[in-house]
């Protein structure tokens, strides 16, 4: 970490980050409804307004590392973003349901692609020296699970994980969800 540190400052010894950042990206993935989370998407809104109020785990780590936390709602499912600041980069609410649809349309990839970008120049432009980005969203770890599944190869049932402690039933639906997106990838890249 700390070759990759002199490297980006190009000073070796590396300057002590002075002005850390945490951004936290925060949307609902639509295949929540396929009952692969123990937690309903509404926890998405209520777990933003928590890191809003300074109450998350996020919020307590910062702290400890010296930085502060931002949150942008790119598509947590709700009528009005928790505030202006917190919802000026959103797409939409919730994703597609990826074991049926695209989470995103080609335009809506784009404008979250451009709101990280201009999220992380807007960081940087006030000061940031490191910038770590999270995600907050009930079902992230069926959409990250699912990449990791296309990118490596893997079988869902050896890449899937339990994600916040699901029973084995959601568990094999979540399995499940992420094969029928990888198919349904696939049959799109065929055609």
Known sequence: LSVWVASCQRRCPPRQFS???VVVFAGDHGVTAAGVSAFPAAV??????NFDAGGGAINVLAEVAGATVRIADIAVDCDEPLSPAIGAHKVRRSS?????TDALSEQETAAAIAAGRQIADEEVDSG??????GDMGIGNTTAATTLIAALTGAEPVAAVGRGTGIDD???MRKAAAIRDALYRARTVIED
């Open 19 to 21: 002005r850390p950042r």
């Open 44 to 49: 998405t809104g209520q777990m933003v307004a």
């Open 96 to 100: 597609g349901d990826i074991s049926r």
């Open 128 to 133: 940031a020296d490191l910038l770590i980005a």
């Open 169 to 171: 039933q959601a568990w």
